[in-house]
Antibody
Framework: QVHLVQSGPEVKRPGASVKVSCKTS????????IHWVRQAPGQGLEWMGW????????YYAQKFQGRVTMTRDTSISTAYMEVNRLRSDDMAIYYC???????????WGQGTLVTVSS | DIQMTQSPSTLSASVGDRVTITCRAS??????LAWYQQKPGKAPNLLIY???NLHTGVPIRFSGSGSGTEFTLTISSLQPEDFATYYC????????FGQGTKVEIK
């Protein structure tokens, strides 16, 4: 079975950085893009961007360009998402998801809570 | 970028009701439209992809339709486990979610 397992909850100060990992199993890691989506407390889903695990190419939502970096390590089938210069409004659950263009391959991690507090 | 607007934001219904949620795109889109269900504390679950294709394992009471700028998710007979929040999503090079529709118990 396909599994995406994310790293544990984080507590960070404003201005710090956080890096969330997403370890995949059960399929060929380089086949499908890894997307990152976040959800602030009580709010809706916000798409952040994707990484192509095969090439390392990335595409970020305009809102996150310059502050978010997505990377991957193909040797351990793991994707990473780093947010720099954290603000209070970055406090959210961050999800990774392995998705294909057609729409029928759709698997999500369990989510990682990032708390930003001074 | 394309924006997706869902209506209503909240919907109160009873078990057995037929429920319809609407998603409107800010411009005409092709068929890259999906619907997700999310329950509190859980990751979203895919229900429908490419407007009307039922994802594996999703009950047939869920259906999707639409074209152009207007799309709908219909639950033919609401079940207790269907009380949740539903999101539409446009997907192409980038992805955009609607703001969500919470289906509550009436």
């Amino acid at each position: 079975q396909v599994h995406l397992v994310q790293s544990g909850p984080e507590v960070k100060r404003p201005g710090a950085s956080v890096k969330v990992s997403c370890k995949t199993s059960g399929y060929t890691f380089t086949t499908y893009y890894i997307h990152w989506v976040r959800q602030a407390p009580g709010q809706g889903l916000e798409w952040m961007g994707w990484i192509n695990p095969n090439s390392g190419g990335t595409y970020y939502a305009q809102k996150f360009q310059g502050r978010v970096t997505m990377t991957r390590d193909t040797s351990i089938s793991t994707a990473y998402m780093e947010v720099n210069r954290l603000r209070s409004d970055d406090m959210a659950i961050y999800y990774c998801a392995s998705l294909n263009d057609y729409g029928d391959f759709d698997y999500w991690g369990q989510g990682t809570l990032v708390t930003v507090s001074s | 970028d394309i924006q997706m607007t869902q209506s209503p934001s909240t919907l109160s219904a009873s078990v057995g009701d037929r429920v319809t949620i609407t998603c409107r795109a800010s411009q005409r889109i092709t068929s890259w439209l999906a619907w997700y269900q999310q329950k509190p504390g859980k990751a979203p679950n895919l229900l429908i992809y490419k407007v009307s294709n039922l994802h594996t394992g999703v009950p047939i009471r869920f259906s999707g339709s639409g074209s152009g700028t207007e799309f709908t998710l219909t639950i033919s007979s609401l079940q207790p486990e269907d009380f949740a929040t539903y999101y539409c999503q446009y997907y192409n090079t980038y992805r955009t979610f609607g703001q969500g529709t919470k289906v509550e118990i009436k």
